[in-house]
């Protein structure tokens, strides 16, 4: 089974930067589309960014488009997700997900078979 595992939230101050992790453990990311997506309290999920394994294509959500980078380290089997010029809009867990390549359509998150636990990002001044 894929597990996955995000790091890196924390509380921020607008226009700042953090820089999310998840590690993936049991199978290579290769063959995965890796997403991230977000939850404010009291709204619905929201899909960030996603990159496939097997080729580096990505696709970010227009609310985040120039400010956010979605990366993949393979050596350590690792997506990141750099996240620069924050917004207080921008507050929620972030969730790490991954699905198959082949049966995953970008962003709809109901294609995801693996979930991370979730991390807080707060961006507040």
């Known amino acids: 089974q894929l597990q996955l595992v995000e790091s890196g939230g924390g509380l921020v101050q607008p226009g700042g930067s953090l820089r999310l992790s998840c590690a993936a453990s049991?199978?290579?990311?290769?063959?995965?589309?890796i997403g991230w997506f977000r939850q404010a309290p009291g709204k619905e999920r929201e899909g960030v960014s996603c990159?496939?394994?097997?080729?580096?294509?990505?696709i970010d959500a227009d609310s985040v488009k120039g400010r956010f980078t979605i990366s993949r380290d393979s050596g350590t089997n690792t997506v990141h997700l750099q996240m620069t010029s924050l917004k207080p809009e921008d507050t929620g867990v972030y969730y790490c997900?991954?699905?198959?390549?082949?049966?995953?359509?970008?962003?709809?998150?109901?294609?995801?078979?693996?979930w991370g636990q979730g991390t807080q990002v707060t961006v507040s001044s």
């Open positions: 997900a991954a699905g198959f390549e082949a049966t995953v359509d970008g962003l709809n998150q109901h294609d995801y078979d693996y």
């Open positions: 049991g199978y290579s990311l290769d063959y995965y589309i």
């Open positions: 990159i496939s394994g097997l080729d580096g294509t990505t």
